[in-house]
């Protein structure tokens, strides 16, 4: 007997689901490296973004400063993301990206 994988079923739903484009800003506070807040961001949750901005400083270490993000995320993964900023301590803003297109 065939039985479906889970996995994949949770993947199918997760592409189905409407998704909006945000600009993301995260405040870094020296808690987190920026460059392990990157590889998070894509990796365990599975976001692609595209860095429009950064100003980050390091100090033995940490890092310091604030970067813009632009993502295309539906709503549950971008919860899921913005509970995870908020157990590191990360302050975030978030604002829609709205592009007008013309025909």
Known sequence: MITPNPNLQIIQNKINLPKKELILEIELN??????HLMNTIYNQFGICHKVLSANVEYVNGRSFGSVQLYINVSSDDFEELEFY???????STTVEYVCRKYL
Do not use: I, S
Not at 30 to 35: I, P, R
Not at 85 to 91: A, H, I
């Open 30 to 35: 020296g808690k987190m490296k920026f460059e």
């Open 85 to 91: 900023l908020n157990k590191n301590k990360l302050l």
